[in-house]
Structures are given as structure tokens and as C-alpha cells.
């Protein structure tokens, strides 16, 4: 079957349910990661890519190997899903957006470089520096993914206001911000070093009192969307779940701090939200009005049928 025997807007419906899946999936990696270097299991497997030169090490599995292992596992078969999805847009490419193929070229590129870093994260014993770029990227790619999502699942609209861009785009920048901070605050010991003993605190600090001013540009750009009304309010569950990703991040973060970083599940959830409210953020920056009901509307397909709808 010829690529142009299937609707374009079919096509590009199945490839933003794959993109939307590798999202959950890369959400679960940095979970998974933040675990791992939570339980110190970052070097459970000592060597790289196999684990203790096996790719499935049973003889010496337990809950710090099984992490390490299972860390890899999906990054290993999210690559399979981001090249399956590189692949598609290629063979499709006559009726999909030009930019459709270079951009997952770009995804996969990052990908490739981000299995570079935990290669690097195990060979060089966990440095800080590449630790953190690990995350970085990690984040990154789940804005990339995110977003990509939203372009192909939703018809083509008119552009949204700078100041929607501005506030979703800036959001997103400023929570990959903390995020390092975190990272940063983390693999340092920082953080319980000035809890213990009351030094180094510099990174604990600037982390805590840095978080206020993104906490009140997220709640009041949720607010003047929802005011506004129109197509800003019809974001509302985006916007609410932004909200909500928000107060439980900033709760979790005060009460892993309460407790002394002393409870390994609070920190993992902390990231959890984390990666949720970069993915929510790249989502809305991505998502622009929709034409007027009168315009021609992304169609999909239900067997022979297809519905569009207003």
C-alpha cells in the first residue's frame, strides 16, 4: 500500500498518538532515573551499555541493579520508538509538514547524545557536570516530545498572542531552571549538607527563594488565561493541570526538605512533577487558536467513515 492510500490527516493523528506515547514513556525514564540516583544505584551496573556484561544480568539482580537496568531498558526502547517515528515521517513525508522529519531527526539526534551522557555518567564515576547535563537533556526532550505532540494531534490555527508564547514559553524556561538547580543541589550534597551541619548552603538557598517568583508567574498566567475567557479559558484543563503539577511540586519540595531528604519516595515524586510541568508548559506553548468553524478542520478516520467536526 502506496503512502498516499492513507489520509494525511490520519497519518499525522497515528504519529502524534506515538509522540504522545513516548511522552508518558520519557516522563517515566526521568522518574526512573531520579530514582535510581535516589536509591545511589547510579553505578549498580559498573559497566556500559550490558550490566555486568549481560543484557539481562538475573545473578545479580536486586533492587539497585534492577533499577540501573530497567533505567536503560526504556531508554533503550524509547530510541526504538523515536527512530519507528523518524522512519514513518520519512516514508510519509509528501503529505506531512516539511519540518515534521527533520525534527525527529533532531529528537533521535538527542537521544544518541543523551545515551552519550549516562555511557559517560557510569565510565566517569557520576560527576556532577555531566549528571546534570543528563538531566538537562532528559527534560528537553520531553518539552521536544510534548510539544510535537500537540502539533500533530490538533488542526492547523492562527498564530497565539506573543503573550501566551512569552508566558508558556518563559514558564518552561524558568522550571528547566530549577530543575538544574535541583540537579545541581542534588549530586553535590548540598542539600544535606546544609541541613546536617548548617553548610553549604548556597544551592538550597538559591533553589528555595528562586522558586517563588516562577510559582507566581505560573499561577498568575494561569489566572489571566482563564479570565480572559474565549480560547484561552477552553485551555482550562491544561491550565488547571499546570496548577495542580505546580502546588504538589512546591509541597513536596517543602516537605522533602521538613523531612531532611530523608524519605527517597517524596524526592522521586518531586521530580515526577517536575517533568509534569515541563511537559504541561511545552503543550500549551505549542497549542494556537483554532480557525473559525467555517474553515476546513483536521479530519480522522474511523474505518471508512470520516467526521469533522466544527
Known amino acids: 500500500m502506496t503512502p498516499t492510500s492513507f489520509s494525511p490527516n490520519l497519518i499525522r493523528r497515528r504519529l502524534g ?15 526512573i532515573g ?14 556500559w ?12 539482580m536486586n533492587a539497585k541493579v534492577f533499577l540501573e537496568w530497567f533505567h536503560r531498558l526504556d531508554a533503550f526502547f524509547i530510541g526504538i520508538a523515536i527512530t519507528l517515528q523518524l522512519l514513518f515521517s520519512l516514508i510519509y513525508s509528501s503529505v506531512l509538514p516539511r519540518w515534521l522529519p527533520w525534527m525527529n531527526l533532531i529528537i533521535l539526534l538527542l537521544v544518541v547524545f543523551q545515551g552519550a551522557l549516562g555511557a559517560l555518567t557510569v565510565i566517569n564515576l557520576l560527576p556532577s557536570s555531566v549528571v546534570i547535563g543528563h538531566l538537562f537533556l532528559a527534560l528537553t526532550l520531553v518539552a521536544l516530545m510534548s510539544g510535537l505532540s ?23 524556561l524558568l522550571i528547566l531552571f530549577q530543575s538544574l538547580l535541583g540537579s545541581r543541589m542534588a549530586t553535590t550534597w548540598s542539600a544535606q ?12 538557598s538559591l533553589h528555595k527563594v528562586s522558586a ?15 479570565l480572559l475567557g474565549g480560547w484561552f479559558r477552553s485551555q482550562w484543563p ?10 504538589m511540586q512546591m509541597t513536596l519540595g517543602l516537605l522533602s526538605v ?22 504541561c508548559l511545552a503543550a500549551l506553548s505549542c497549542r494556537t487558536p483554532a480557525l473559525s468553524s467555517s474553515s476546513t478542520c483536521l479530519a480522522f478516520e474511523d474505518s471508512s467513515l470520516e467526521v469533522c467536526h466544527g
Open 49 to 60: 551499555p550490558l550490566c555486568f556484561g549481560s543484557f539481562l544480568p538475573i545473578g545479580e
Open 258 to 279: 521538613h523531612l531532611s531528604l530523608s524519605e527517597p519516595f517524596v524526592r522521586v515524586f518531586h521530580q515526577l512533577f517536575a517533568s509534569l510541568l515541563v511537559a
Open 17 to 31: 498518538k506515538l509522540s504522545a506515547h513516548i511522552v508518558v514513556a520519557l516522563i517515566a525514564l526521568v522518574v
Open 193 to 204: 549538607k546544609c541541613i546536617a551541619n548548617g553548610t553549604d548552603c548556597y544551592w538550597l
Open 212 to 226: 517563588i517568583p516562577v510559582a507566581l508567574i505560573i499561577i498568575s498566567f494561569v489566572c489571566v488565561s482563564l
Open 238 to 247: 491544561l491550565l488547571l493541570s499546570l496548577l495542580f503539577f505546580l502546588i
Open 150 to 172: 500537540q502539533k500533530l494531534l490538533l488542526s492547523n490555527g492562527t498564530n497565539s498572542p506573543f503573550w501566551w508564547k512569552l508566558c508558556s514559553g518563559g514558564s518552561l
Open 34 to 47: 531520579g530514582a535510581t540516583r535516589v536509591m545511589e544505584a547510579g553505578l549498580a551496573c559498573p559497566d
